[in-house]
């Protein structure tokens, strides 16, 4: 099993469909009860935490394709 602590920062406000982090995205404390929201760059409409799963995941496999160091 490989175990790499991936950086949350980002991860809801980070199109997971087309990568940029639009001026549509909940940003900030104020915009932690946005559950919904739809991306301005590519229209695509996100689940806030589903979204930041999609993300986190995204960087944990690249992590593994390039190779994690230490292991």
């Known amino acids: 099993m490989v175990f790499a602590e ?3 920062a980002f ?4 199109c997971s469909c087309c990568g940029t982090i639009p001026p549509s995205s909940p940003k900030g404390r104020a915009a932690l009860g946005i559950r919904q929201w739809t991306c301005s ?3 695509t409409e996100h689940n806030r935490d589903t979204n930041a799963a999609r993300n986190i995941a995204r960087t944990g496999l690249r992590a593994l394709e390039v190779g994690i160091s230490g292991l």
Do not use: A, K, L, R
């Open 41 to 43: 760059n590519c229209d």
């Open 6 to 8: 991936v950086n949350e």
């Open 11 to 14: 991860s809801t406000q980070s």
